[in-house]
C-alpha cells in the first residue's frame, strides 16, 4: 500500500504540469485557474462531508484561508500557468522545486527562523543548479526573449507559493482542520480568480475539447484532490520525514514526461542542473528537527494539494 500511495502520488503531481499545457488556449490562464479550483473545492468540500468533517470555521479562520487561497491557488497557479507558454512543462517544474529552498529563506526572514549552516548549504546548491540548468537565459536575460520571460514569471510564482506555504504553517500552528481548510482555501482562490478576470475584461468561457476538459478534470479531481488524500494517508502511515522523498522525484518525473511529450532534448547541462537543484532539496529537507518537519509537511501537503503545478 505504502508503494502504492508513493507511486500515486509522484505519478499524479509530476504529470499535473505536462497536463498544464492543454489548458493553454483561448482560455484565459485566470478562466482555467478559477474552473480549476472551482471544481477542486466542490470535490473536496464533498470529500469533508462524506468523512463527516465540519466545513464551519471561525471568521479568523476564514480570513487566514482567504489569504492562502490567494496566495497558493490563485496568484501561484496564474504565474505557473503562464510561465508554462513560455516554457516546456518539465523546466518550470525544476524551477518549482526550489519552492522548499525559497521556504527555509522567508522562514527565517518573516518567521525568525534559525538559518542554519547546512540550510544555507542546501539553499547554496539549489539555487546553483538551476543557474546552471538556465545559465544562457540568465547570461543573456532579455525580456523579449521567451526563455528570459518563463524563467521570471515561473520565479515569481514560486515565491508566490512560498509565501503560501508560510501561511499555511501558520495555520497550522493555529489548528485549523487541513482537509476541510484546504477546500474553503480553494473556493477562495477560485473567487480571487474570478475577481482577476473580471478586472482584466476576460470572458468566463470553456474549451469545449477533448484535451482541455479531461485535461481540468484531471487537474481539479486527481491533482487536487486524489493524490492529496493519498499524500495526507502516506504522512500518517510513513510519516513526513519519508513522505518527503516525493519532492525529489517529482521533477524528475516532470521532466520525463516533458523529453517524451513537448520533445525536450536532455543536455548535460540540464542533467547537472537538476541534480544539484534536487541535491540542495535533501540537504535542506531531509534533515530538519521532527518539529520542523510536521511543519514543512503540512506547508507542502497544502501547496502540493494542487499537484505542485
Known amino acids: 500500500m505504502n508503494i502504492f500511495l508513493y507511486a500515486s502520488i509522484v505519478l499524479v503531481w509530476g504529470s ?3 497536463a498544464i499545457k492543454f489548458q ?36 479568523d479562520q476564514h480570513a487566514r484561508l482567504a489569504l492562502l487561497g490567494a496566495l ?9 500557468y503562464e510561465a508554462e507558454r513560455y516554457l516546456t512543462s518539465g523546466l518550470v517544474a525544476l524551477i518549482f522545486s526550489l519552492l522548499p529552498l525559497f521556504n527555509i529563506l522567508l522562514g527565517s526572514l518573516l518567521l525568525g527562523r534559525e538559518l542554519s549552516l547546512r540550510a544555507l548549504l542546501g539553499v547554496g546548491v539549489g539555487v546553483t543548479g538551476v543557474v546552471i540548468a538556465f545559465w544562457p537565459d540568465i547570461v543573456a536575460f532579455d525580456l523579449g526573449k521567451s526563455g528570459s520571460v518563463g524563467l521570471a514569471i515561473a520565479l515569481g510564482g514560486t515565491v508566490l507559493a512560498s509565501f503560501g506555504n508560510l501561511v499555511a504553517t501558520r495555520n497550522a500552528q493555529r489548528s485549523v482542520p487541513v482537509l476541510p481548510g484546504t477546500a474553503i482555501a480553494m473556493g477562495y482562490g477560485a473567487l480571487c480568480c474570478a475577481v482577476l478576470v473580471l478586472l482584466r475584461g476576460d470572458r468566463f468561457t470553456v474549451e469545449v475539447t477533448a484535451p482541455y476538459l479531461l485535461s481540468l478534470a484531471y487537474l481539479a479531481v486527481f491533482g487536487s484532490v486524489i493524490a492529496f488524500g493519498f499524500y495526507l494517508t502516506l504522512l500518517g502511515r510513513i510519516g513526513p520525514e519519508r513522505a518527503a522523498y516525493s519532492a525529489l522525484v517529482i521533477p524528475i518525473v516532470a521532466l520525463l514526461m516533458s523529453h ?37 509537511a503540512v506547508a507542502v501537503a497544502s501547496c502540493a494539494s494542487g499537484g505542485a503545478a
Open 16 to 18: 499535473t504540469w505536462l
Open 24 to 59: 493553454l488556449g483561448d482560455v484565459a490562464p485566470s478562466v482555467s485557474v478559477c474552473w480549476r479550483f472551482a471544481l477542486a473545492a466542490i470535490a473536496m468540500a464533498l470529500w469533508c462531508r462524506a468523512r463527516g468533517l465540519s466545513l464551519k470555521l471561525t471568521r
Open 72 to 80: 497558493l491557488f490563485c496568484g501561484n497557479y496564474e504565474l505557473i
Open 260 to 296: 517524451f511529450f513537448e520533445g525536450y532534448e536532455w543536455s548535460t547541462r540540464l542533467s547537472l542542473g537538476l541534480l544539484l537543484t534536487l541535491g540542495g532539496n535533501a540537504i535542506t529537507l531531509l534533515k530538519l528537527p521532527m518539529r520542523r518537519r510536521r511543519e514543512a
